[in-house]
């Protein structure tokens, strides 16, 4: 069956720091794969997406790398900011619709 | 443009009772779907909406249901309320349907007592 996970729950970097969040996959057929943001109340953010054709894609301070060998994807944050505390979830598309991972915690220190 | 709304954002049920959420999705978003969150199973589909007909469904009982307006708009109903269905519900909306970008909107906060 289809599952996404991750490999860390929680991540704690310093301030200034590059963050690199990493994401399981285990369906191979899916059409493209999200990094979502959520906040404490909130509900989650898109980041970036890509692909499955693709191996990477940036966007401002983030990139996102896709393994289609290893069924990986992750997230870095360059210059990790406060701001960017938060839970991150990646998330497979397929058949229209999104399977979620777990998330990671990621905590940012000043 | 006003994002993806979604009424009431608090409420409190006794089990047993029946609620129903709304969601008015992006302006021009036709794609209607609907997700749960609980901290044990984190973020679950439910279903997804699109042209006023349900596309696709998670795996959850009879008890969820929905519907989708001409005007995009949708609404999911949970009858007989468990303690279990405590969670957050996020409504999300698309463009159209496999259309990359999907926004959330914050989601209702339903407890059942």
């Known amino acids: 069956g289809e599952s996404v996970g991750l490999h860390l729950p929680t991540l704690s970097v310093q301030e200034g720091d590059n963050s690199i969040i990493n994401c399981a996959y285990s369906?191979?057929?899916?059409?493209?794969f999200i990094w979502y943001k959520q906040e404490s109340g909130k509900g989650p953010q898109f980041i970036i997406d890509?692909?499955?054709?693709?191996d990477k894609r940036q966007g401002q301070r983030v990139t996102v790398l896709l393994n289609k060998t290893v069924k990986h994807l992750s997230l870095q944050i360059a210059a990790t900011q406060p701001g960017d505390s938060a839970v991150y979830f990646c998330a497979e598309s397929s058949n229209y619709k999104l399977t979620f991972g777990k998330g990671t915690l990621l905590t940012v220190n000043p | 443009k006003a994002g993806v709304t979604q009424t009431p954002r608090y409420l409190i049920k006794t089990r047993g009772q029946q609620v129903t959420l709304s969601c008015s999705p992006i302006?021009?978003?036709?794609?209607v779907s609907w997700y749960q969150q609980t901290p044990g199973q984190g973020l679950q589909f439910l279903f997804e909406?699109?042209?006023?007909?349900?596309?696709n469904k998670g795996n959850f009982p009879g008890r969820f249901s929905g519907r989708q307006f001409s005007n995009s708009r949708s609404e999911m109903n949970v009858s007989t309320l468990e303690l279990g269905d405590s969670a957050l519900y996020l409504c999300?909306?698309?463009?159209?349907?496999?259309?990359?970008?999907?926004?959330f909107g914050e989601g209702s906060w339903l407890t059942v007592v």
């Open positions: 369906n191979s057929a899916s059409d493209y």
């Open positions: 302006s021009g978003h036709r794609s």
């Open positions: 890509i692909r499955s054709n693709m």
């Open positions: 909406y699109f042209s006023e007909t349900q596309r």
């Open positions: 999300a909306s698309s463009l159209d349907r496999g259309a990359n970008t999907i926004y």
